[in-house]
């Protein structure tokens, strides 16, 4: 049982390519979003999906697009990084219902130079 | 929309003192808190949860959290820390479209 997965660990970027971060789980969680960390801002849900399909905006979406085609993965765009793209991801994923427990991946550092 | 503040980002502390760290969020008709841990570059880790019931909550590493509803407060205590216990500590709540909101944090430093 592999929980949460996500690739790449690292990534460096040149201003205004454009690159995925994977996300998979194997719990068959309905839940799953996307956060980047900031120091001094803790953690900022980009976007989430409740749902095979079923996409919305968090907080801070622009920049980012995301899709949901199957239960298990939740890949996050960057469409043109930029230098304020700089951070560590973080994707998550819980069920709908039951003990809300969410369960984390290990992050993605990117850097965008 | 629900959040949540954690009204000091860096709480210095010495070996096997207690120390509270504080946290309040948004009223809402029903709540689920939370609690996270993380450790040097590494991922998020779930001390503990409040879902309903008992508002002491007793979480993993001898941290407990007490849920006060007139308060709106879900403070986080250990009554002795551990040198192992430097980490950052994270604040979170549930809200009703499975969203879950962050607060910004708080480092604990825990000093020999």
């Known amino acids: 049982n592999a929980g949460v997965t996500q690739t790449p660990k690292f990534q460096v970027l040149k201003t205004g390519q454009s690159m995925t971060l994977q996300c998979a789980q194997d719990m068959n969680h309905e839940y799953m979003s996307w956060y980047r960390q900031d120091p001094g801002m803790g953690l900022r849900l980009i976007h989430y999906?409740?749902?095979?399909?079923?996409?919305d905006q968090g907080e801070v979406p622009n920049g980012y697009n995301v899709s949901r085609s199957t239960t298990e993965d939740f890949p996050l765009r960057l469409l043109s990084a930029a230098p304020s793209q700089t951070s560590v991801y973080f994707c998550?994923?819980?069920?709908?219902?039951?003990?809300?427990?969410?369960?984390f991946g290990s992050g993605t550092r990117l850097t965008v130079v | 929309a629900q959040s949540v503040t954690q009204l000091d980002s860096q709480v210095p502390v010495f070996e096997e003192a207690p120390v509270e760290l504080r946290c309040n969020y948004s009223?809402?008709?029903?709540?689920?808190l939370f609690w996270y841990v993380q450790y040097p570059n590494q991922g998020l880790q779930l001390l503990l949860k409040?879902?309903?019931?008992?508002?002491l909550v007793k979480g993993i590493n001898g941290f407990e959290a007490e849920f006060n509803k007139s308060q709106t407060s879900f403070h986080l205590r250990k009554p002795s820390v551990h040198i192992s216990d430097t980490a950052e500590y994270f604040c979170?709540?549930?809200?009703?479209?499975?969203?879950?909101?962050f607060g910004s944090g708080t480092r604990l430093l825990v000093r020999p």
């Open positions: 998550a994923s819980s069920y709908r219902t039951g003990n809300y427990g969410y369960t």
């Open positions: 409040y879902l309903s019931g008992s508002t």
């Open positions: 009223s809402s008709v029903s709540v689920y």
């Open positions: 999906s409740v749902g095979a399909g079923i996409t």
């Open positions: 979170a709540v549930r809200d009703s479209s499975y969203k879950l909101i």
